[in-house]
Structures are given as C-alpha cells and as structure tokens.
C-alpha cells in the first residue's frame, strides 16, 4: 500500500511563508484537501514539513536568532533549504504557486520555481497580483498561470483525472 501511495503525483506547494500574515497556511491547507482528497495526489506542504525538520528550540527560537544569533539562525533555516530543495529536484512531479505581494519580501519561492524549470518540472501559478507586475523572470519559469485557484482546480482536474 506505501509504495503504491508512493506512485501517486507529489505536489510541492510553493510561495509565501515568511512575510505572509498566516505563513501561507489557508491557501496551502485548502490545495492540499483538494489534491489529496479530489485526486488522490501526495502534498509536500512547507507550513506542515517545517514542524518536522526543525527541532522545537529552533523553532521558538528563529526569530529571535535572526536579530541575535546569525550562524545559528542560519544552520536552522540551511536545513529548511535543504529539505526544500532536495524534495524538489529529487521527488516532486509539479509545483502549485500562489504569487501575491507578500512573496515579493522573499526569496526561496524565486529560487524553487528557478530550480523547478531549469529541472523541467512543471509550474502551476496563481497570480495573486496583476499579471503584468509579476516579474518576468517568473512568468518565464511557468507552465501555465491562472488567475484564481477555481481555474487551476479545474486544469488539475483536466489534467490529472
């Protein structure tokens, strides 16, 4: 049964966490329901998967280390990156993304999605802003692009069933 779980499609859901007002939580939440339950598809979920990479001091601690303790808060959010980016190239089959303005304050979602289409792994995006404010770099790294996640629900159906 795991491994048949296993050849189902891993999603990796990218786009704000740091800067967001929930981390990015709500949206990242309701996509996996939809992706697990609607088409029976496996969820890399950052918000879920930070709790499982960090232990709980540095979890408390990483805000605290950003403004005091620089090489530790580094060392902990180096096996954020690694974790994320090994699950990446090495597992997942697409990547959803909303693209809003709190994204904007970041930089590992522009990195994933770099990562993601220079490793021919295709890029779904949610513009939660004016398409044309997006930068160009990022379109450039897109499969497909959508303007609400009802369009890329129906395209993942579409696509997937």
Partial sequence: ???????????????????????????RAEMAAFLTHELGHRVFNPCVEELNILRPEERAQLSAW??????????????????????????????VCLWDRHVLRGGGTHGELTMAHY?????????????????????????????????LKAYLRERYR
């Fill in 1 to 27: 049964m795991l491994d048949e779980a296993k050849k189902m499609p891993l999603a990796y859901l990218a786009g704000a966490m740091e800067h967001a007002p929930d981390r990015g939580a709500a949206w």
């Fill in 66 to 95: 950003k403004r005091s303790d620089l090489p530790r808060f580094r060392e902990a959010v180096r096996k954020l990156i690694h974790t994320d980016l090994n699950t990446l190239l090495n597992e997942v089959d697409y990547v």
């Fill in 119 to 151: 490793h021919g792994i295709p890029v779904y995006l949610v513009a939660g802003m004016p398409i044309p404010e997006i930068s160009s770099w990022i379109l450039g790294c897109t499969t497909e692009v959508f303007t609400d996640f009802g369009e």
